[in-house]
């Protein structure tokens, strides 16, 4: 079983800045495929990015050059730096884990606001 605990959202100004953490349970953290997705009101959970165990990094269109995503394995932890945000970034961030099935965070809110 893999716990995840995603922290770091809350309210930002159109571009400014917020960096997501999500902590992993485990003892095989750098296994995982990991990857940040979100969830605005109204809309289906879309894909961000993902970060495979050999750290091998993808996004989607919409955060493409304005997040990035790593991992560090010797904490257990992913992180998401945003930059330059949106109002249209504005959503649940959710944390997934692939090792033989998948696992979720509970989520965290981003809100970009003036």
């Known amino acids: 079983q893999v716990q995840l605990v995603e922290s770091g959202g809350g309210l930002v100004q159109p571009g400014g800045s917020l960096r997501l953490s999500c902590a992993a349970s485990?003892?095989?953290?750098?296994?995982?495929?990991m990857g940040w997705y979100r969830q605005a009101p109204a809309k289906q959970r879309e894909w961000v990015a993902t970060i495979t165990n050999y750290s091998t990094t993808t996004y989607s269109d919409s955060v493409k050059g304005r997040f990035t995503i790593s991992r560090d394995n010797a904490k257990n932890t992913m992180y998401l730096q945003m930059n330059s945000l949106k109002p249209e970034d504005t959503a649940v961030y959710y944390c997934?884990?692939?090792?033989?099935?998948?696992?979720w965070g509970q989520g965290t809110q981003v809100t970009v606001s003036s």
């Open positions: 485990g003892s095989i953290f750098s296994r995982y495929v």
């Open positions: 997934k884990a692939i090792y033989l099935r998948a696992y």
